[in-house]
């Protein structure tokens, strides 16, 4: 079956950086769009960012726009998130998802949480 392991979370202050990682396997990249979502209690859900295959487009939400970046390592089948000025808005646990949809799949997810 798809498997989806993240990993990279942890506590850092605002303005630090983190970079989360996330470990595909069971599918092929062919065709399939990967991602990670956000969701953090109280608010609604959030789609951080997008990456078609090979990195062919990506897409941000305008709240990360300038400050995270996507990228996906076909050799290694691995999604990135690299995560800079941070702030405690970004606090959440954040998904790595993958499908033809994007979001079909999800893996268990990796807490981020961002001190003033």
């Known amino acids: 079956q798809v498997q989806l392991v993240e990993s990279g979370g942890g506590s850092v202050q605002a303005g630090g950086s983190l970079r989360l990682s996330c470990a595909a396997s069971?599918?092929?990249?062919?065709?399939?769009?990967m991602g990670w979502l956000r969701q953090a209690p109280g608010k609604e859900r959030e789609a951080v960012a997008y990456?078609?295959?090979?990195?062919?487009?990506?897409s941000y939400a305008d709240s990360v726009k300038g400050r995270f970046t996507i990228s996906l390592d076909n050799a290694e089948n691995t999604l990135y998130l690299q995560m800079n000025s941070l702030k405690p808005e970004d606090t959440a646990m954040y998904f790595c998802?993958?499908?033809?949809?994007?979001?079909?799949?999800w893996g268990q997810g990796t807490q981020v949480t961002v001190s003033s």
């Open positions: 998802t993958a499908g033809p949809g994007c979001s079909n799949y």
């Open positions: 069971g599918y092929t990249f062919s065709n399939v769009c």
């Open positions: 990456i078609g295959h090979r990195s062919s487009s990506a």
